[in-house]
Nanobody, 116 residues
Framework: QVQLVESGGGLVQAGGSLRLSCVASGSHFSRNDQAWYRQVPGKARELVAKITSRSIVTYADSLKGRFIISRDTTKNTVYLTMNNLIHEDTAVYYC??????????WGQGTQVTVSL
């Protein structure tokens, strides 16, 4: 069982930056894949960035260069650093983990609002 707790969301002006954090409970953090997704009302949840157990990183094409995913295995924490935010980045951001056994877990989400 993995529990994911996100933090770091909030209101930011366009052009600003935020760093989201997601702390994972349980063991085997470094053996699992972690990812960030986001969702706006009326739309499907979309992948923002992913980091695998082998530290292979992928991003949504539209976000490359502005968003950075990283993790600290000593703290069981995955981060999403978001730079040069635009209004269209407004969404609820969710932390996701897929364990090496194939089980998938989600955090409760954290709201990010980018003002015009």
């Amino acid at each position: 069982q993995v529990q994911l707790v996100e933090s770091g969301g909030g209101l930011v002006q366009a052009g600003g930056s935020l760093r989201l954090s997601c702390v994972a409970s349980g063991s085997h953090f470094s053996r699992n894949d972690q990812a960030w997704y986001r969702q706006v009302p009326g739309k499907a949840r979309e992948l923002v960035a992913k980091i695998t157990s082998r530290s292979i990183v992928t991003y949504a094409d539209s976000l490359k260069g502005r968003f950075i995913i990283s993790r600290d295995t000593t703290k069981n924490t995955v981060y999403l650093t978001m730079n040069n935010l635009i209004h269209e980045d407004t969404a609820v951001y969710y932390c996701n983990s897929v364990t090496y056994r194939g089980n998938e877990y989600w955090g409760q989400g954290t709201q990010v609002t980018v003002s015009l």
